[in-house]
């Protein structure tokens, strides 16, 4: 795997430490809003659960992990698993009726985890459309580098 050094101190590492932060609290996000899901029995089917493993939660470190080393690559992945986080997240969260709406989950029985669950998807939004930004500019200073 080539290596490239496309930063300056000033901007780019900005947006590397910028990047790696977003992904730290995306991190911590999912753990509550995977807890919520868990405790308030809203499951996902197979395809479901293997798309939030792969994109959101995989994908996500592996791009965490090239950017902080600098390797090629980092900012696409972060990129493409934030805009596939946010499509599905803003789907099944906002969109489409059923168990895993918002707007559903909030009459549930648990209401603490109602809260915990409905505060985390709109955290959930929030972060990955951060995510898609920091990959847009760190692809944008990548090329320009390069």
Known sequence: MREYKPFNRKSGDS?????IAIIVLHGMVTAAHGAAHSTLKILMNGWQNAYIFVVIVLLP???GYLIWKRARGGYLILFLS???AL???GYYHFVLAGADNVSTVG???MRSWAQVFQVSA???GLVEFAGVV?????????????
């Open 122 to 124: 709109v955290l959930l």
């Open 87 to 89: 499509v599905f997240g």
């Open 15 to 19: 947006l590397r430490r910028l990047s």
């Open 107 to 109: 009459h549930h029985a």
């Open 134 to 146: 920091a990959g847009v500019a760190g692809l944008k200073v990548v090329n320009r580098k390069s």
């Open 82 to 84: 934030m805009l596939g």
């Open 61 to 63: 470190l592996v791009a």
